[in-house]
């Protein structure tokens, strides 16, 4: 038996969820043993590193991450477009997304991130194919 939610409690509750997943997201620390080097963005008040790594899932999945390092002096918040990530950091923490895909072959690609300030910046990230083609149309309507 699947549970279910009525429609008035799902329009608040997900939401709900979502905004405190944002919220608590970022706040997990660890490593990010990034498959290349991490892309060094000082940018004055916002000095921070992204990074992507892959793992082998089960199943025929793949585990994609992607990270954001806070090496600055201040809090930020940061929109990666594609693949996904919204949320907001502290100084020394990093944020390590997951995204699991299921039977995938990785692709690297530039996304577009934005960072408490414009203008936005590109990062490179590895994903999907279909991941690439997004962060490619999001890139080209940024100009």
Known sequence: MNPTFSRPFGRIFVPFLLTIGAWVGPASAG??????????HP????????????ETGQNGYRNFHTCVLDYGKSDFRVIWYVPGMDGWLVPGKLWDYPRKRHDVV???????????????????????????????????STG
């Open 31 to 40: 490593g990010c043993p990034a498959s290349s080097a991490m892309q060094d």
């Open 43 to 54: 940018q004055g008040n916002y000095d921070f590193k992204t990074g992507s790594y892959e």
């Open 106 to 140: 990785q692709q690297y690609a530039d996304g577009c991130l934005s960072y408490s300030v414009d203008p936005p910046l590109k990062a490179q990230f590895s994903g999907t194919m279909g991941e690439k083609q997004l962060a490619s149309n999001v890139l080209g």
